[in-house]
Structure formats: C-alpha cells, structure tokens
C-alpha cells in the first residue's frame, strides 16, 4: 500500500532520484540562462515530440478498393497551383515544393543547388527574407517571391519576374514573431540586399508596415494583382494557431493559394520557447484548414499547401489524402543537403553538438555548408553536387507517394482521401479527423 | 496627354494603360477614392490625378512622376523606388512604407506610420506627422516641416529624421542628433528639390543611438 511514488526508478538508490519537475534538461536550460540573461536561439523546428502523420496508417485496397499495379499502370502526380484569379497558374509536376528559406539564412550554394534540383524535377523554390538573388532566379525555372513583413529587398522589378507572389503572415515556427538573423551572419552582401549596416541582429518585422488586418490585406493583394496585371498566383502563408479563422480570413482577402505551416516548420534562428510552445502542430491544423476550406466550398478552388515536419513520401501521402493539394519542405531539404550528416565531426564539436543533434544554423558556422556565409564551409556545399543529392531525396519522396497512392487504388496522388486512413491513437484520431484503428470512432468528431 | 475618366472605366484599364506606355502625360478624373490607383508604374510618365484616392496609390513606382490633387488614404507610395509621388492634401498612415528610393512630398499633414520602415527614400511633409513615424526606418530621410506624433523613430536603424516643430517622447533607440553643416546642406537641397519652403535652420535632427544593433542585457529594458 506504500509502494514506490510513480516514476521511481527502483534501480537507483534514493540518492539519485532524478526530479520530474526539474529533469537534466530543464537544470541545464536555468543554467544556461542564469549565466548568460538571455532567451536560447537556435535553428531547426521542434524537438518535442508530437502526434504527427506517423501516427497514421493507409488501409490500402483490399476486397472493396482495387490496387493499381506498381510502376506499370499510372498514378500522376501533377499539380496546378493558383487556379482562382491568376491568368498564368502554377503548374508542378510533383506535388512536393521547397518552402521559402532566405538568402542569408541559408548561403548562396544552397539556395542555388535547390534551384536545380527543383528545376530537374519540375517543381517551385521559394526566395525569403531579405530579397531574391540573381543566382536563385537564374537556377529555379518556377520561383515563388516572398512579400514579408520587413520588405528586405522588395523590388517591384523582381515582383515582376517572379512567377507567384507568397504573402508571408506568420510561420509554424514562430507564429507571431519576426525573423531573426543575428550578427554573425550578416556579411557585406547580405547587408546590402537588406539596407542595414554589417554585424548588426537583425531583427525582421512580426507585422506588415502598410496592412493591420484582413479587409486591408485584401485591398494589399489587389494592389500586387494590379502591379503584375492579374497574371500570377498570389498564395498567403499563415502559421498554424486559429487555422479556421485565419483561412477564411484568407479566402475572403482573395488568396489563390493558401500556405499553412504547422508548429514543426523549420527555422534558421528562433527563440526555443517560441519554437516550443507557441503554434499547433501541422496534423490538426491541416484537418481545420481543409474542413474550413469544404465548408466555404473552396476546397481544391484556392490550393492548401502544408508544411511542418514534412519528411518522408508517407508524410506527404497522408497530407495529400488528408485534402492538401501540395506540402512544402525546409528543414528536409536541407537534411537532403547535408545537414546533420556525420562528416566534419570537429566543426560540429566546436560547435558544442553532435551530427544528429544540431540546430545550429543560428551561428552561421553549419559545418555542412548549407547554412553560412563563410566561403570556406560553404565549398562543402557545391551547387550541382547540393542539386543531384536534392533531385534524388525529392524523386524518392515522388516514388514513395505513388506507391501508396498505386496501393490504395489512385490513378492521381490527389485522389487519396481521409477514407484510406486509421489513427493509431486517440490523439491523431482527433487531430486528424480519421477514425482510431479498428473502430469507426473519431472523438470529436 | 491621356484622359482617363475612372466613373466611366475601371482602375483595371488605368493600371494596365500606364503599364504599357513608356511615356507620356496622363490626366485622371473621378478617382473617388478608389484603392490601388496608378500601382506599378515603370516609366518616365507624368500622371496626374484630380481628387481623392484611396490605399496605395502609386504603390511600388519606379521612374514616374505622380501628382494627387486631393488626398491619399493609406500607403501611399508604399515601397516606392524611384520617381516622385506629390500629394497636394493630407495622407492617410503608413505614408511611403519601406520606400528604397525616390521622393515622396506630402503638402498637407501625414498620419501615423508615415516612412515606417522606410529603406532609402525621401519623404518630405509640408505639416505635421503622427505617432510611430519613421518606425524601423533603416536608411532615407523623412522631413517633417510641422510637428511628429510620439514614438518617433522607434528602432530606428541609419535612416534621418528632420523635424522644424514640436516633437513628441522619441521611441525606443531615437535620439537627437547634432545638426552639422552637411546635414543642413544636404535638407536644403531636399526642401529645394520637395518645392517646399521652410528654413533649414528650423530643424533639429534624430537618428539612432544604435544601442539595439546587437542584443546587450544591458539595455533589455529599452526593448
Ligand atoms: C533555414 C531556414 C530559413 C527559413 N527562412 C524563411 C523565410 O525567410 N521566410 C519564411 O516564410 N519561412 C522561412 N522558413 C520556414 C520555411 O519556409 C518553412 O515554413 C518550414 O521550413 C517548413 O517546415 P519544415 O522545415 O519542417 O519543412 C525558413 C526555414 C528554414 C529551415
Ligand atoms: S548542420 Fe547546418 S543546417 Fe543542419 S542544423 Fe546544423 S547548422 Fe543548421
């Protein structure tokens, strides 16, 4: 009747009982904090773990669905983006774009090589804070420009060469909060694209200078439909927080598209709390965004492109089968880059982390060439080495798709649909509105 | 010279019309407050327009020159390259946001936000501007004949701030600074090229104190 208080660990003497409210690291973060008066920052998405499309299962055909052969018969993977206003839409041949990373975040090699490698494969990069560089326009054959809060760049002459604008609102990251870009990062070139002195942080605007709320946003996307005479999509990317709100806010302001990047999107510098504790995972808020979209009866007339913690040809399946129209990726294309790999242990040591561990990219010391400005990390990083490395991830994450599209009877990756899918746990059940494994159950539903 | 009538035809025809000449003189009449007016521009035309207009007129100009003959609601000029862009009556807020080159000249007053996070520009204003003015202004020059509303150039970055009136608290890293030879020079020249008459011995001059260029825990209140 007195047994052990739970989560005694009975193998270690009393004098090594480890505290549940204060475990190894949240001693280290008081620490860390005690000395040096200030909030972390770091790179990289969340660490916590979270339900997420792993907690998902595809039932695949069976009696009732009939499977398509593998590699023999059909399954397209082409999307079209932007259908609503624009005369010239976005046309992708795989469902699979690079979400917008900024020049200066990430070093030119980089951005070039994701330029190529999007190319090959007929896909869209995205530009970023701080500007569009000509490496970037000369290398992506579809290019996304980025209209953000703090206007780094904005150039009308590159809003006329881009072949869709994204209307930055918020990020997954940091929904609420503007980009950072510290000190060490900002070279001369950097600088320049930004207007801002050398060496200074950077602290990128959370609003937009010249629109407070969603009836001025629409006379804002108005005025970029009339300086690009109506030709190219306009989408507006949102952090996930009230995600049923902020997409009807979108459709009525006039977006083409709607970009929603879930709590697990990437970051190149970002305060941890921030990272951790603000925003909803990219599982429930995908389900909102879609149920929202239904409900206005858009779905499929403005596109929903998700992202946050996207990684594998399964992710992107059930995001698919959930009722996005495409899924966006930052922080694997740069794994696919490089990032994290066991090479130059000694750059990562100095860097007080481990391959596997890193979420330095704040530094602007990656050790894989992929985020810095350094000339010599990023020979690390040749742009057509970075392109094929790329170009190979994204056509495995194609292939992986159309497997289980093939497996569930779909001539297009588009028509998987929620009805393909279980939950393993209740949470996911809820999240994501299909029901738990072996019942017809969907709490909340 | 072009005449456009916008109760006859839509700002859509306007726009496309000004895309496609390379120069030019153009008279609008009965803008009527209408939003995104003469947006876009990317040449040597002059346009000018009889009466009110609504946001972001002459939003983005590159090379043209633009005269409202009335007043503008908000943004106008916004991210404005080069050219000018002339208001004869008041501006509503955010009055030539992040421009990165040329010259806006306001006649009348400016409301709040005007030159917020402004990158190169010049914007001179004949009265006064409200609060927040110069808000994260990074480079440019804002001129303010009348008096500047409170907050002003909060977080300012290199951008300068003129003000011949009263000016209210300063915001967080705003300071004032000595006024030196070439920086009345310099006015001067601006005030002659805006068409504005003040003395440029009136004016004092703000920039920053650039204590919040790099995070020091030393100043974490001002934040
Ligand atoms: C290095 C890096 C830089 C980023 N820069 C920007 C940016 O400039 N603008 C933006 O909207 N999002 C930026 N993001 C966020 C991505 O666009 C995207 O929302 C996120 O990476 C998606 O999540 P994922 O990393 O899990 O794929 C950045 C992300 C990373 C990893
Ligand atoms: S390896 Fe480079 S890109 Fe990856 S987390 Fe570390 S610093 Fe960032």
Redesign the interface.
């Known amino acids: 009747m007195f047994g052990p208080a739970r989560g005694t660990d009975m193998s270690k003497p009393n004098s090594l009982r480890p505290s549940a409210t204060f475990p190894l690291e949240v001693l280290a973060e008081i620490h860390r904090a005690a000395d040096q008066g200030i909030y972390e920052i770091r790179g990289f998405g969340t660490k916590r773990s979270l339900p997420n499309f792993d907690d998902l299962l595809f039932l695949g055909a069976s009696m009732s669905r009939y499977p398509l052969e593998g590699y023999r018969e059909k399954c397209a993977t082409d999307v079209t983006l932007g259908t609503r206003f624009a005369k010239r839409p976005v046309e992708l041949k795989i469902p699979i774009t690079i979400a917008g990373m900024s020049f200066g975040a990430l070093g030119a090699h980089a951005k070039e090589a994701i330029g190529r490698a999007a190319s090959q494969i007929g896909t869209s990069t995205t530009t970023g804070d701080g500007g569009m560089t000509e490496e970037e326009r000369q290398s992506s054959e579809t290019l996304i420009y980025q209209v953000l809060p703090s206007r780094y760049g904005l150039n009308p002459d590159d809003v006329r060469r881009a072949d869709a604008l994204e209307i930055v609102v918020g990020q997954g990251a940091k929904p609420g909060g503007g980009g950072m870009l510290l000190g060490q990062k900002i070279t001369e070139r950097v600088a320049q694209m930004r207007d801002l002195p050398e060496g200074i942080d950077q602290r990128s605007a959370c609003r937009h200078p010249d629109w407070t709320g969603p009836d001025d946003l629409e006379i804002k996307i108005q005025e970029l439909r009339e300086i690009t005479d109506w030709q190219i999509p306009i989408y507006l990317k949102i952090g996930a927080t009230r995600v049923d709100y902020d997409v009807a806010l979108s459709v009525k302001a006039g977006a083409d598209v709607i970009v929603l990047d879930g709590m697990q999107g990437g970051t190149a510098a970002t305060q941890d709390v921030f990272i951790e504790q603000v925003g909803i995972p990219t599982l429930p808020a995908l389900r909102m965004a879609v149920e929202t979209l239904k409900e206005l009866g858009m779905h499929r007339k403005v596109q929903l492109i998700v992202s946050g913690g996207i990684r594998t040809g399964s992710d992107i399946a059930k995001a698919l089968a959930m009722g996005a129209d495409a899924v966006s990726i930052g922080s694997a294309a740069m794994v696919a880059l490089g990032c994290n790999k066991p090479v130059h242990l000694e750059d990562y040591r100095a860097l007080g982390t481990e391959p596997g561990y890193c979420h330095h990219c704040h530094t602007g010391r990656c050790p894989v060439g992929v985020t810095t400005q350094d000339p010599e990390l990023e020979a690390r990083l040749m742009p057509e080495q970075g392109a094929r490395l790329l170009r190979n991830y994204l056509t495995t994450l194609t292939l992986e798709i159309q497997t289980l599209a093939r497996a569930c009877g779909k001539s297009h990756v588009l028509n998987l649909e929620p009805e393909d899918m279980v939950a393993l746990t209740i949470e996911a059940s809820a999240m994501a509105g299909v029901p738990l494994a072996g019942t017809r159950w969907i709490p909340g539903a | 010279m072009t005449e456009f009538d916008l109760s006859r035809d839509s700002?859509?025809a306007l726009?496309?019309g000004l895309?496609d000449s390379a120069e030019g003189r153009w008279l609008v009449s009965h803008p009527d407050g209408r939003?995104?007016i003469a947006?876009?521009l990317?040449a040597p035309v002059d346009v000018a327009i009889k009466g009110h207009v609504?946001?972001?007129c002459a939003?983005?100009n590159?090379r043209a020159n633009i005269t409202i003959d009335g007043s503008a609601g908000?943004?106008v000029a916004?991210?404005i390259?080069s050219g000018t862009v002339r208001v004869l009556g008041n501006v509503s807020h955010?009055a030539g946001?992040?421009g990165?080159g040329g010259l806006l000249v306001v006649e009348g007053d400016a409301s709040a936000?005007c030159g917020?996070?402004m990158?190169?520009s010049d914007i001179v204003v004949a009265g006064s501007v409200g609060h927040m003015s110069a808000?994260?202004a990074?480079?440019g020059r804002l001129v303010v004949c009348g008096d500047a509303g409170d907050h002003l150039g909060d977080s300012i970055?290199?951008a300068v701030i003129y003000v011949a009136g009263r000016v209210g608290e300063l915001g967080a890293d705003c300071v004032e600074k000595e006024m030196t030879p070439e920086h009345r020079q310099g006015l001067a020249d601006l005030l002659s090229a805006a068409g504005v008459e003040a003395d440029p011995d009136s004016f004092r001059r703000y920039g920053s104190a650039r204590k919040l260029?790099?995070?020091n825990?030393d100043h974490?209140s001002d934040y």
């Open positions: 700002v859509r726009n496309q895309h939003h995104c947006v876009g990317d609504g946001y972001y939003g983005m590159k908000p943004g916004e991210n390259m955010c946001a992040s990165h936000r917020i996070s990158k190169g808000f994260m990074q480079t970055y290199e260029y790099n995070f825990i974490a």
